[in-house]
């Protein structure tokens, strides 16, 4: 389905290569066969191994290959017959089309739920509320790098180096020592003294009994905990005080990969079968909180009530309405939007904006805008479209004068804290589209870049990223001479000069050209070193749009592009792996759930939730 | 005789008496505030009811629990900051619901400075 969207917004594209199989394997005979045929062809792989419409299943993997290559114009190679933009496309959205059908056959697939590591921020937020203390335990492990969606939770990049295993023991020892003299840490531990009628190793074995399920996130047995009295009691051959005793033990609990590692019961049955209630509890959280577990949820599990519909859905509701929320809501949103990365690794240029560089709380404002929007989204159950465009926006008082708008008319003053608001006409603020944190990641630090933004809402807004760039063509925009344009869409309108670049920048530019009026900073400006801004733009397919609001309205009235990446990524976040074709058939049903719930955002979760990718393990024979 | 009549009727009373026992959730709603969830654990046993709040990280015990018929009450005790809050619910299990009074008691550090706190109401909804 994926390549349905790589027709980005174009109501309809001829489709010279695009009707069936035969089709498909025309094109496959006029631009592949030199090479990929006879005996020895190119590397290893020959047309005719998928000659046949049966090969659509039996080797989806080759096909799948063959989509990748050709979208992204590795194949054909330079210097050979190439097809036109029109039949590159319309191939590959056959290819994704068939593949998915084939996929879809037997309905949406259980979750093969690998086994991965608690990433960085998961780690901490999981020992704190372990231990109750505020203390950054995860602050010296290293961040995390992004896989499957692109979000760092992905099972794919969790994996543990010997020298990362030494951090997080780092980390624990840390923690635990911290802990052990922190008289909340102390009852939240349960650590209970020894006594004349408690001996040292019963109190070590109490403290366990009650430290160890909350950890491992399930049940323990007596013979689990074995390992860990078995560390207590060496320390005390060692000498080591009863505090120190208990700490080295708890030592062992935080490095022990059922602490360290999300993992289910495994399903060694033929088929698919529902997670039981403790490792439901633990997607439910680690999706939804970034953490472990409450209370509620684990007494839920004991009682065997979470897999009940009614409760689930009951839960998601709290949990989304919950402050905890806030750990899904800003890993998931700076990550998709690229937003972490705005003070960090990128910076606004200081000289160019001095408001930016001297103000903190306006710095801060501007990054927590899409977090706060996101997350009230949720809390308010407001559609998933709001992220599109809104008649609301999150301003501080600092933002709307950012934004220039006037922070007195609203009922009761902005301050400090970030706010609600209905937006007046015109303020060009609804959506994610208005917000700086958006518009600044998407440019250059000294000037906006229609490219960048282009290819920032083809990719994180649709899901479409464009092809790289073919090799040796060096960047337009950093071409230099005394012949050089002036203004940057005289710049860049040799891109559709160059036929090279005119497929992919025929539909880059306009999307960027539209969003001309805000500045780096996305502050709203109606001219740029003294000439007019120009903010039209047309689509391949002849739509035309103006301005910010307008090429807005143009998404909006092709919502679908727009709902099935934003559902893709929630559904790659929550699963914490990247999602294979298997995975589209649960996207198709969360869509289809949450169009009958007129797009509601928690409708998406409840859907996403409920889905069997969620709720069960996949077995050897899917489903 | 009176012996046995006063068995039956504490037998009669008990089984009259709505069983509360497990989780129960409500959604208190406040104009210009978020609103905030209320989860209960109820353990009862005759006439004698325990149970549990729920809160952010850990749970926080009822005291001074007792359900009467249909009529409960219990208080929580609540510490953030230094500051003590100690609040009472009571009202009624009703239509497979409850419907709970909460009020809250002057803070200890602030007795003289506080103002009553108005009574809320909050209803309860059998989750497990």
Request: hydrophobic share 40%.
């Given at each position: 389905?994926?390549a349905?969207?790589?027709?980005?917004?174009?109501?309809?594209v001829?489709?010279a290569?695009?009707?069936s199989?035969?089709?498909?394997q025309?094109?496959?005979r006029?631009?592949?066969?030199?090479?990929?045929?006879?005996?020895?062809?190119?590397?290893?792989?020959?047309?005719?191994e998928v000659?046949?419409?049966?090969?659509?299943?039996?080797?989806?993997?080759?096909?799948?290959?063959?989509?990748?290559?050709?979208?992204?114009?590795e194949m054909?190679p330079?210097?050979?017959?190439?097809?036109?933009?029109?039949?590159?496309?319309s191939f590959?959205k056959?290819?994704?089309?068939?593949?998915?059908?084939?996929?879809?056959?037997s309905?949406?697939?259980?979750?093969p739920a690998?086994?991965?590591?608690?990433?960085?921020?998961?780690y901490?937020?999981?020992?704190?509320e372990?231990?109750?203390?505020?203390?950054?335990?995860?602050?010296?492990?290293?961040?995390?790098?992004?896989?499957?969606?692109?979000?760092d939770?992905?099972a794919?990049v969790?994996?543990?180096?010997?020298v990362?295993?030494?951090?997080?023991?780092d980390?624990?020892?840390?923690?635990?020592?911290?802990a052990?003299?922190?008289?909340?840490?102390r009852?939240?531990?349960?650590?209970?003294?020894?006594?004349a009628?408690?001996?040292p190793?019963?109190?070590?074995?109490?403290?366990?009994?009650?430290?160890?399920?909350?950890?491992?996130?399930?049940?323990?047995t007596?013979?689990?905990s074995?390992?860990?009295?078995?560390?207590?009691?060496?320390?005390?051959r060692?000498?080591?005080?009863?505090?120190?005793s208990?700490?080295?033990?708890?030592?062992?609990?935080?490095?022990?990969?059922?602490?360290?590692?999300?993992?289910?019961?495994?399903?060694?049955?033929?088929?698919?079968?529902?997670?039981?209630?403790?490792?439901?509890?633990?997607?439910?959280?680690?999706?939804l909180?970034g953490g472990?577990?409450?209370?509620?949820?684990?007494?839920?599990?004991?009682?065997g009530?979470?897999?009940?519909?009614?409760?689930?859905?009951?839960?998601?509701?709290?949990?989304?309405?919950?402050?905890?929320?806030?750990?899904?809501?800003?890993?998931?949103v700076?990550?998709?939007?690229?937003?972490?990365?705005?003070?960090?690794?990128?910076v606004p240029?200081?000289?160019?904006?001095?408001k930016?560089?001297?103000?903190?709380?306006?710095?801060a404002?501007?990054?927590f805008?899409?977090?706060?929007?996101f997350?009230?989204?949720?809390a308010?159950?407001?559609?998933?479209?709001?992220?599109?465009?809104?008649?609301?926006?999150?301003?501080?008082?600092?933002l709307?004068?950012?934004?220039?708008?006037?922070?007195?008319?609203?009922?009761?003053?902005?301050?400090e804290?970030?706010?609600?608001?209905?937006?007046?006409?015109?303020?060009?603020?609804?959506?994610?589209?208005?917000?700086?944190?958006?518009?600044?990641?998407?440019s250059?630090p000294?000037?906006?870049?229609?490219v960048?933004?282009?290819?920032?809402?083809?990719?994180s807004?649709?899901?479409?990223?464009?092809?790289?760039?073919?090799?040796?063509?060096p960047?337009?925009?950093?071409?230099?001479?005394?012949?050089?344009?002036?203004s940057m869409?005289?710049?860049?309108?040799?891109h559709?000069?160059?036929?090279?670049?005119?497929?992919?920048?025929?539909?880059?530019?306009?999307?960027?050209?539209?969003?001309?009026?805000?500045?780096?900073?996305?502050?709203?400006?109606?001219?740029e070193?003294?000439?007019?801004?120009?903010?039209?733009?047309?689509?391949?397919?002849?739509?035309k749009?103006a301005?910010?609001?307008?090429?807005?309205?143009?998404?909006?009235?092709?919502?679908?592009?727009?709902?099935?990446?934003?559902?893709?990524?929630?559904?790659?976040?929550?699963?914490?792996r990247?999602?294979?074709?298997?995975?589209?058939?649960?996207?198709?049903?969360?869509?289809a759930?949450?169009?009958?719930?007129?797009?509601?955002?928690q409708?998406?979760?409840e859907?996403?939730?409920?889905n069997?990718?969620?709720?069960?393990?996949?077995?050897?024979?899917?489903? | 005789?009176?012996?046995?009549?006063?068995a039956?009727?504490?037998?009669?009373?008990?089984?009259?008496?709505?069983?509360?026992?497990?989780?129960?959730?409500?959604?208190?709603?406040?104009?210009?505030?978020?609103?905030?969830?209320?989860?209960?654990?109820?353990?009862?046993?005759?006439?004698?009811?325990?149970?549990?709040?729920y809160?952010?990280?850990?749970?926080?015990p009822?005291?001074?629990?007792?359900?009467?018929?249909?009529?409960?009450?219990?208080?929580?005790?609540t510490?953030?900051?230094?500051?003590?809050?100690k609040?009472?619910?009571?009202?009624?299990?009703?239509?497979?619901?409850?419907?709970?009074?909460?009020?809250?008691?002057?803070?200890?550090?602030?007795?003289?400075?506080?103002?009553?706190?108005?009574?809320q109401?909050l209803?309860?909804?059998?989750?497990a």
């Amino acid at each position: 389905m994926r390549a349905t969207a790589i027709l980005l917004l174009a109501a309809a594209v001829p489709s010279a290569w695009a009707s069936s199989f035969d089709d498909s394997q025309a094109f496959l005979r006029t631009y592949c066969a030199s090479c990929h045929g006879g005996n020895k062809p190119a590397g290893g792989f020959n047309v005719a191994e998928v000659g046949a419409a049966a090969s659509l299943d039996v080797r989806g993997e080759r096909w799948g290959r063959i989509l990748s290559r050709v979208r992204n114009s590795e194949m054909p190679p330079r210097g050979v017959a190439a097809p036109d933009l029109t039949a590159r496309e319309s191939f590959t959205k056959w290819i994704d089309d068939s593949l998915h059908a084939a996929a879809c056959a037997s309905g949406p697939a259980a979750d093969p739920a690998p086994i991965r590591r608690l990433n960085r921020d998961e780690y901490t937020a999981t020992v704190r509320e372990l231990l109750d203390t505020h203390l950054n335990v995860g602050h010296d492990l290293p961040a995390d790098g992004a896989g499957g969606q692109g979000f760092d939770n992905a099972a794919e990049v969790l994996f543990l180096s010997p020298v990362l295993a030494e951090k997080y023991m780092d980390a624990a020892k840390q923690a635990l020592e911290f802990a052990v003299r922190d008289s909340r840490a102390r009852a939240r531990i349960g650590i209970v003294e020894p006594s004349a009628a408690l001996t040292p190793l019963a109190a070590a074995r109490k403290i366990l009994a009650g430290f160890l399920p909350r950890a491992f996130r399930r049940p323990v047995t007596e013979r689990e905990s074995e390992p860990f009295l078995a560390l207590f009691r060496s320390a005390q051959r060692d000498h080591q005080s009863f505090d120190n005793s208990v700490v080295f033990m708890l030592r062992g609990v935080l490095m022990s990969p059922r602490f360290l590692f999300i993992s289910a019961p495994p399903n060694a049955g033929r088929m698919a079968r529902p997670f039981d209630d403790y490792a439901l509890a633990t997607r439910l959280s680690y999706f939804l909180w970034g953490g472990m577990p409450d209370e509620m949820l684990f007494d839920l599990a004991s009682l065997g009530k979470l897999r009940d519909p009614d409760v689930l859905k009951e839960e998601i509701g709290r949990m989304l309405r919950s402050g905890k929320a806030m750990g899904f809501v800003e890993s998931f949103v700076t990550q998709w939007l690229g937003t972490r990365t705005l003070g960090r690794d990128f910076v606004p240029d200081a000289k160019l904006f001095p408001k930016y560089a001297a103000d903190a709380e306006l710095r801060a404002d501007i990054g927590f805008q899409p977090t706060v929007f996101f997350h009230t989204l949720l809390a308010t159950n407001a559609p998933v479209t709001d992220l599109l465009d809104s008649n609301w926006t999150i301003l501080t008082k600092k933002l709307a004068t950012l934004y220039g708008i006037d922070p007195k008319q609203f009922k009761g003053d902005l301050g400090e804290q970030p706010r609600t608001v209905d937006l007046p006409a015109g303020s060009h603020r609804g959506g994610l589209l208005g917000m700086s944190a958006v518009l600044a990641v998407s440019s250059y630090p000294y000037r906006t870049s229609p490219v960048l933004r282009g290819k920032w809402v083809l990719d994180s807004l649709l899901g479409t990223p464009p092809p790289p760039p073919p090799q040796n063509v060096p960047a337009l925009e950093e071409h230099a001479g005394a012949a050089q344009p002036q203004s940057m869409r005289e710049r860049l309108s040799r891109h559709r000069d160059n036929p090279v670049c005119a497929g992919c920048h025929s539909r880059i530019d306009p999307l960027g050209f539209a969003l001309e009026n805000y500045d780096a900073l996305g502050q709203w400006r109606t001219e740029e070193s003294g000439k007019p801004i120009d903010n039209t733009g047309e689509l391949p397919d002849g739509t035309k749009f103006a301005g910010p609001d307008q090429m807005k309205a143009v998404l909006l009235a092709r919502k679908d592009l727009f709902l099935r990446s934003f559902t893709s990524r929630v559904l790659g976040f929550a699963l914490g792996r990247g999602l294979t074709r298997k995975d589209s058939c649960a996207v198709d049903a969360i869509l289809a759930q949450l169009a009958d719930n007129g797009y509601r955002s928690q409708a998406l979760i409840e859907a996403l939730v409920m889905n069997p990718v969620f709720r069960n393990r996949a077995g050897a024979e899917q489903p | 005789m009176p012996h046995r009549l006063l068995a039956l009727s504490l037998l009669a009373f008990t089984l009259s008496a709505a069983d509360v026992t497990g989780i129960w959730t409500g959604i208190w709603t406040e104009p210009n505030r978020d609103p905030q969830d209320f989860s209960f654990r109820f353990t009862q046993t005759g006439g004698t009811l325990s149970g549990k709040m729920y809160g952010d990280n850990e749970s926080i015990p009822l005291k001074d629990a007792k359900i009467e018929g249909d009529r409960i009450s219990f208080t929580v005790t609540t510490e953030m900051n230094g500051q003590i809050n100690k609040f009472t619910f009571s009202g009624d299990v009703h239509d497979g619901g409850m419907e709970l009074t909460r009020e809250r008691e002057s803070s200890s550090k602030n007795k003289k400075e506080d103002k009553p706190a108005p009574k809320q109401t909050l209803r309860l909804r059998r989750l497990a």
